[in-house]
């Protein structure tokens, strides 16, 4: 069966299902998670994504990002694909969520209704090389001045999802 995403309204109620590739040609709003993973120092777990995928590939973002399944819940989602793509498992607690819209050069939109989450983790990750291409910690700092250097080399969610934590840290 191929991976569906749940469509959502504006409340974050669930509408329907749909194939997570349907959704993203349509752009139709859906549920997604994102996770923030930092250390100690405040640094941030970044991944560059898989050269494989069939968006953004090569380009860094947040620890990882996905689509909740039906009946699961945010955190045990993010859990779940942070298992998957950085062979690891923290607890999270979920900051906030939002509304996005970002089209890419393929034709597909992520139109997400993002449930923005923060946890902590002081190892190297054991990557999965099918999904995550590499990773590196970076202080908040850091990748603020980076996005403004080499806007280029990041995913357009992860450009518009990092000011909006970055702001809620800093609040």
């Known amino acids: 069966m191929k991976e569906q995403v ?11 299902l749909m194939e997570k590739i349907e959704a993203h040609e349509k752009a139709l709003l859906h549920r997604a998670f994102s996770v923030f ?13 898989a050269g494989e995928k ?3 590939p090569l380009l860094w973002a947040n620890t990882c990002c996905s689509h909740q399944r039906d009946g699961e819940t ?6 779940r694909r942070l298992q ?29 209704l993002d449930h923005v989450m923060i946890g902590s983790y002081q190892d190297a990750p054991v990557i999965n090389t099918d999904e995550v291409a590499s990773y590196k910690w970076m ?3 850091a990748v603020k001045k980076d996005m403004e250097v080499q806007p280029t080399i990041y995913t357009e969610w992860f450009k518009i ?9 800093k609040v």
Request: glycine share 6%; proline share 1%; with cysteine.
């Open 54 to 56: 069939y968006h953004s």
């Open 139 to 141: 202080s908040l700092e």
């Open 161 to 169: 999802i990092f000011n909006k934590f970055y702001h809620h840290l």
């Open 74 to 79: 945010s955190l045990a989602a993010g859990k």
């Open 84 to 112: 998957e793509e950085m062979g690891f498992v923290c607890e999270l607690k979920e900051l906030f969520t939002f509304i996005y819209k970002a089209p890419f050069d393929n034709g597909l939109t992520e139109h997400e």
């Open 6 to 16: 749940i469509l959502v309204n504006e409340q974050d109620e669930q509408i329907g």
């Open 37 to 49: 993973v930092l250390n100690d120092k405040k640094e941030l777990m970044l991944q560059q994504r």
